[in-house]
């Protein structure tokens, strides 16, 4: 089986995919800014998207990458490392995997780059799924909806964490824009499925749930499967703009930022067609998916 970088391997959905990959038969390398505390199921490679040359040697020796490190829009989000991580990351990743003979890297991409006018977040990861496309290797993109499940991270565990503890949960605008979210073993399935289609080089999937819900109904699902009230309150779009830039400012970390803005004022399509088509990916409910995160946390 292949030696697969795992970039982002810290991360919500990187942590879920590295046992994962060795369940496979795959050895999984995975890219750590800084060795990790507790050792993680595979071969520790130190590196960084942000430095192109630490990049050579992380790649070297692999067959694969499974590109998930970006800058996301779960936090603040400077554009100078917004540019440095998602974009300048990726031509480093590419001029490594050349250098390396590394065909085939699976890109984690996202909804975002759908919009008429993204975000910062979303103007960056568009950007480097071209560069990715154009670089004449073995790229597979793929471009999940929200993804939920168990973990530590990520912005569905912030969004979970809010509707545990407020009392009333804050909504943008009217709340009926829609969204497909995606259970992450199912993503991780379809990572895992990737890997092995060579045949599927150069095209791009949207990855999403069975469920086509409103955001509105997602919070009731989540609160459903919490046993619990869900109470919220709508903040007008232009509020939510002021509030965002002003706790971008003041906080390192910040529950709103103007990138979850703009996600909230339009809807991609997700459009499961090409998905279904290809992989016949089993797709878990919104309840069940749901319900076995929140016993995952228990």
């Known amino acids: ?22 369940a496979a038969g795959h050895t999984p390398r995975l890219l750590f800014r800084r060795r990790p505390a507790a050792a993680p199921p595979g071969d520790v490679v130190e590196g960084d998207l942000a430095e192109p040359a630490t990049l050579a040697a992380a790649v070297a020796g692999s067959d694969a990458v499974v590109h998930l490190g970006a800058a ?80 530590a991270r990520g912005v569905f565990v912030k969004l979970a964490g809010l509707v545990r503890r407020l009392p009333v949960i804050p909504v943008i605008g009217p709340g009926t824009w829609h969204l497909r979210p995606v259970f992450l073993d199912d993503l991780i399935d379809v990572v895992v499925a990737t890997l092995a289609r060579r045949d599927v080089a150069g095209r791009t999937y949207d990855v999403g749930g069975p469920d086509r819900v409103t955001y509105n109904e997602f919070l009731a699902a989540i609160c459903a499967a919490l046993g619990r009230r869900c109470r919220r309150v709508r903040l ?17 970390n910040p529950p709103l930022t103007v990138d979850n ?24 409910p919104l309840g069940e998916g749901l319900r076995r995160t929140f016993e995952a946390a228990a």
């Open 72 to 151: 996301t829009s779960s936090g603040r989000l400077d554009p100078a490392v917004a540019y440095r991580v998602n974009v300048g990351g990726a031509s480093a990743l590419i001029a490594a995997a050349r250098a390396a003979g590394c065909p085939r890297i699976v890109v984690m991409s996202t909804q975002h780059v759908h919009l008429p006018r993204p975000g910062l977040y979303g103007v960056t990861k568009r950007v480097a799924d071209r560069l990715f496309l154009a670089s004449g290797l073995d790229v597979t993109i793929l471009r999940p909806s929200l993804v939920y499940g168990p973990g």
């Open 236 to 252: 007008p779009i232009g509020v939510s703009f002021v509030l965002a830039s002003v706790l971008e400012r003041v906080l390192a």
């Open 261 to 284: 803005v703009h996600g909230a004022t339009l809807e991609a399509p997700c459009d499961l067609r090409a998905i279904q088509r290809d992989f016949g990916p089993r797709l878990t």
């Open 1 to 22: 089986m292949a030696r697969v970088l795992v970039t982002g391997a810290s991360g919500f959905i990187g942590t879920a995919l590295a046992p994962r990959l060795a």
